[in-house]
């Protein structure tokens, strides 16, 4: 069993930067691929960014790319995701997941997700 945790979400100016934060719970955080996705009101929950349990290999949707940098600290049970030149429609709560598998951008394929955490980009 895995608990997911995230914060670091907030208002801010388009242009500017957020850093969210997922803290996991456990010894076998390191086992787990994790992943970031997002949903805006009104609409599907989307893919943004993965990372392998080692965190040598990446993943980003198209429309984060360049923007957005996740990493991950394995003997701190936590996985960020470093977001900069924001955009009003990367509002959005954020989640985290977990995947036992491979890192991947289907979130059917990840076992344990966090509470989310409110992103608002003004224009």
């Known amino acids: 069993q895995v608990q997911l945790v995230e914060s670091g979400g907030g208002l801010v100016q388009a242009g500017g930067s957020l850093r969210l934060s997922c803290a996991a719970s456990?010894?076998?955080?390191?086992?787990?691929?994790m992943g970031w996705f997002r949903q805006a009101p009104g609409k599907e929950r989307e893919f943004v960014a993965a990372?392998?349990?080692?965190?040598?290999?990446?993943y980003y949707a198209d429309s984060v790319k360049g923007r957005f940098t996740i990493s991950r600290d394995n003997a701190k049970n936590t996985v960020y995701l470093q977001m900069n030149s924001l955009k009003p429609e990367d509002t959005a709560v954020y989640y985290c997941?977990?995947?036992?598998?491979?890192?991947?951008?289907?979130?059917?394929?990840?076992?344990?997700w966090g509470q989310g955490t409110q992103v608002t980009v003004s224009s």
């Open positions: 990372i392998s349990w080692s965190g040598g290999s990446t």
């Open positions: 456990g010894r076998t955080f390191s086992r787990y691929a």
């Open positions: 997941a977990a995947s036992i598998g491979h890192y991947s951008r289907e979130s059917g394929e990840y076992d344990y």
